[in-house]
């Protein structure tokens, strides 16, 4: 395989854009919950990212990418229609059960908004009576709204500042969708991992079954080096091949966080670097110092936007 | 005639090979062994007794015709040695550098009797070597079969089977999940070890065959084993996925900050380049004090690696002590020689939080060995009160592997108690057409097990699909007799023994 390229691309806002790659292969055997392993070129880092989606008849992977680290602020700015990815593997990680309840609640924060959906539209074929709960930080970063209303019963969409849809955390409107329906049998809740712990906390009293998809960092996604183990329950699981979705009720958000701090600060010098350097009007040639380093899309992400409902790299 | 040697006439030392100086290379990643040049090579080759009785043979696990190729070293004909050797060893230049000689050829060399045994490895990399240096491969003539082989996993395993069956005709595609191919080679083994260049140049020998490599590509999750029999057109497919899912210690602590398994240190700096941060993306925790528990070859390419990115300190912990040490002799001696640390019969019983999440150190106790266990080993039992810690700011993992869970979790093959890939003695597994090999099967091995055993597979798979070599006699799937250019199963022809 080799040869990923690039068929469209569509920014949702400054930060926020989504490639649609060609993999004919893949988009046949993806299903929601999975994750692909991009690397942008030969001297690029592996980076996780979730599938959004997938498109069997255009034979297409979907990725929503938020610019946060050295390694998506460069695709941001290089990856257009017409070039290609130097490597794209996967399908990765165990496909998400789609259960057989009749009530669920699918939650996205930021980024995890596009995670969410193949699921949503999922449970949505399976016969449920599906319940979005979508939270932005504000107007402009709302997307896919549509796409849901389509795919859902109902849509809560939350904004911090109330400037679409309620004003509010993303617990606030689960919070609304628990008082609202007294059977949702299931939850499933994709996002920064604050999110998500914060969502478990939600559920917890009334011990809905909730999902939830980590993001550790990664670097094989084979499950050969560990990088992306969680502790969930007693047991220390990998992320790449054991999840990358878990009991949101066992999970051990805490240590997640922690751990996804790794390379803070390789990850900060990497991205000042990188920024000097597409200041300068003759940047030097490659093995020069023009490709600087980063870590994954994940970790400055939640060091460099606290705000929990909007810094989901979503995979 | 020449005079016959004997043990009294060779050269009573063995040629040592001409290494980096332990401080230069501490500081970079080339290669710490240089190798023999050939004066070197004739020397230890006339320390070769050519035993009638060939113990070293036996003691390969691929019966490479030793005193063959070392007598054709001898003669100066280094294209002949090359053709011995890659008769059997698809890889002499990798098998050279990093086979555990010292348990194998070399541990029943005659001369190793009573002097230092012949240096086998070193002589076979330098055959290697020069084939390489030279251009040279053996590329046979081949008659396309209309067979398709699919090989998952390009690591040892994988290209030997992939070899053998292109040079018996069939059409075959390598899958390889990094974007890369090699396996361990690639990823684990550092380059002061074994050099980048080596893999690629055996890599393009294999390409000569005709084999293809697709690399990007998640066998189980892309597509399954199943559907590369049923929908591909694949009429065998070889499985050497490699062992993969490294253990944690399970100890308090082991999710800190600068606590992380061998492979992800190895495969941040070899495959990916994190020690030419920041020409390359991926980022590398640079410890200054680094403790790596265990002290097989992965622990210590672990050590070595941390020395070259500049640690001020290296430490190794090991529960048992040097003799049980699973690393090669060469390996442990590196590893001293640049400075590591050891610490025999100490094993760890926490890691020690900073109090932000990363490590500060590590807490020990000190271990001695008691009665023997299953294995033989004496089993090591922790001394009362001997707890003590230390700083570090980096703690590697190093004790092993369990099986990777993708080929169980995809597709319908057994697998055993311990979760590795269940074969009979022909190495199938439970699916029709399906064979796997290496440290899927095994649990982590060799470089050179895991080749053999994909030339077992190899053999067994043209049994199945009924190939024929006619230039060969055909010795079966599991050896023994020989029947000459005939499919074991059509007893059809009288067994003859091969003298
Ligand atoms: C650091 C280190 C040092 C070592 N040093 C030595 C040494 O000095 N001497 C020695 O003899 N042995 C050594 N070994 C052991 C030796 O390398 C292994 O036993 C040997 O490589 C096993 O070969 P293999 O072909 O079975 O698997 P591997 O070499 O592990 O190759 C398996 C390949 O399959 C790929 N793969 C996995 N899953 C999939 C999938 N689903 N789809 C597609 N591809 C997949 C992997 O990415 C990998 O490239 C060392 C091992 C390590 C880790
Ligand atoms: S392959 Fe290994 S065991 Fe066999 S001869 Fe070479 S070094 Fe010795
Ligand atoms: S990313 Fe390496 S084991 Fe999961």
């Known amino acids: 395989m080799s040869n990923f390229e690039i068929v469209a691309r569509e920014d949702f806002s400054d930060v926020t854009y989504l490639l649609e790659v060609r993999h004919p292969m893949m988009a046949r055997a993806a299903k929601p919950g999975q994750f692909v392993i991009v690397m942008q070129n030969e001297q690029g880092e592996r980076i996780p990212l979730t599938i959004a989606d997938f498109d069997r008849n255009k034979g297409t992977i979907t990725l929503v990418i938020q610019a946060v680290g050295k390694t998506t602020r460069q695709m941001q700015q290089e990856c257009q229609v017409g070039t290609s ?9 165990i496909p998400s059960p789609i259960s057989h309840a009749k009530k669920v609640l699918c939650v996205g924060g930021g980024l995890g908004v596009a995670p969410i959906f193949p699921q949503a539209r999922g449970f949505k074929e399976s016969g449920a009576y599906v319940i979005a709960v979508l939270g932005f930080r504000n107007k402009d970063l709302v997307f896919w709204e549509n796409k849901f209303r389509e795919c859902c019963d109902e849509l809560i969409l939350c904004t911090n500042d109330g400037s679409a849809g309620m004003k509010g955390m993303i617990t606030d409107g689960i919070k609304v969708a628990l008082a609202g329906h007294a059977n949702i049998e299931e939850v499933v809740a994709i996002g920064p991992p604050v999110m998500m712990k914060a969502c478990a906390d939600a559920t917890r009293p009334y011990k809905i079954k909730t999902m939830v998809s980590v993001n550790p960092i990664m670097v094989d996604g084979t ?65 020069a110092g023009d490709v600087l380093a980063g870590g994954t899309a994940a970790q400055s992400d939640v060091l460099e936007l606290p705000d929990p409902s909007e810094d989901a790299p979503g995979g | 005639m020449a005079k016959k040697k004997t043990i009294r006439t060779i050269p009573q030392e063995r040629t040592p090979m001409r290494e980096q100086d332990a401080l230069v290379r501490a500081g970079n990643f080339e290669e710490v062994a240089r190798g023999y040049n050939l004066e070197d090579a004739l020397r230890e080759s006339e320390r070769c007794l050519l035993c009638p009785d060939q113990p070293c043979i036996a003691g390969c696990p691929v019966g490479i015709d030793i005193p063959g190729f070392i007598r054709k070293i001898g003669e100066k004909n280094l294209r002949g040695a090359y053709d011995i050797l890659t008769d059997t060893n698809l ?20 001369v190793g009797e009573s002097l230092e045994a012949v240096a086998i490895g070193r002589l076979e990399r330098f055959v290697g070597d020069t084939a390489i240096k030279e251009g040279w491969s053996n590329i046979p003539y081949i008659e396309a079969n209309g067979f398709h082989v699919g090989i998952v996993g390009s690591g040892p395993a994988g290209m030997a089977c992939a070899a053998d069956m292109a040079k018996a ?56 084993i199943e559907q590369m029999i049923d929908e591909m057109g694949f009429h065998a497919v070889f499985v050497g996925v490699g062992a993969g899912y490294p253990t944690m210690l399970n100890i308090p602590g082991d999710s800190l900050n600068g606590v992380l398994s061998a492979n992800e240190l190895l495969t941040r700096c070899n495959l990916m380049h994190a020690r030419d941060f920041p020409n390359f993306d991926t980022p590398l925790p640079i410890g200054r004090r680094v403790a790596v528990v265990g002290a097989g070859n ?34 442990v001696h590196h590893a001293e020689q640049e400075g590591v640390d050891f610490h025999w019969l100490t094993n760890p019983v926490s890691v020690l939080n900073d109090g932000t999440g990363s490590v500060r ?34 703690i590697v993992y190093a004790i092993g592997t369990n099986a990777n869970p993708i080929m169980g979790q995809t597709s319908e093959m057994k697998l055993n108690k311990w979760g590795y890939i269940g ?46 070599d006619p230039a060969l006699p055909y010795c079966g799937a ?19 023994r091969v003298a």
């Open chain 2, 478 to 496: 599991t050896g023994g007799e020989a029947l000459f250019g005939i499919d074991e199963r059509e007893r059809n022809f009288a067994r003859v």
């Open chain 1, 85 to 93: 990815l130097y490597g794209m593997v996967g399908p990765m990680g």
């Open chain 2, 423 to 468: 074969v009979d003695e022909t190495l199938a597994t439970s699916v029709a057409g399906v064979f796997a090999g290496g440290d899927i099967v095994t649990g982590a091995a060799t470089v050179i097990e895991a080749m053999g055993a994909g030339r077992k597979a190899a053999r067994s798979m043209k049994a199945y699909l009924g190939i024929r």
């Open chain 2, 169 to 224: 005709g069939c059409d075959v595609t390598v899958y390889e999940a990094f974007h890369q191919p090699g396996g361990v080679l690639r990823y684990g083994i550092p380059d002061f070890r074994l050099p980048n260049a080596v893999i690629d140049a055996e890599i393009e020998n294999l390409k000569k065959l005709g084999i293809k490599f697709e690399c990007n590509t998640l066998v189980g999750r892309l597509f399954t």
């Open chain 1, 223 to 287: 499950g050969m080096c560990g990088g992306c183990r969680v502790k969930v329950g007693d047991e220390v699981k990998f992320a790449c091949v054991d999840g990358p979705d878990f009991d949101g009720h066992l999970v051990d958000f805490d240590d997640l966080m922690l751990r996804l701090q790794r390379h803070k600060n390789d990850e900060k010098l990497a991205h000042e670097r990188w920024s000097e350097n597409c200041r300068m009007t003759n940047p030097p040639g490659p093995g």
């Open chain 2, 91 to 110: 890889l002499p230049s990798v098998c050279g550098r990093v086979c555990p000689q010292e348990t194998q050829c070399e541990g029943v060399c005659t």
């Open chain 2, 298 to 331: 992965t622990a210590m390419d672990a050590m070595r690696v941390s020395i070259r990115l500049g640690a001020e300190k290296v430490y190794c912990i090991y529960r048992r002590s040097r003799t049980e040490a699973p690393a090669r002799v060469e390996e």
């Open chain 2, 361 to 394: 150190g590590m807490r020990c106790v000190r271990m001695e060995l008691g009665a023997p266990d299953e294995s033989g080993r004496r089993r090591p039992v922790p001394v009362a009160d001997s707890e003590f810690d230390f700083e570090a700011d980096l």
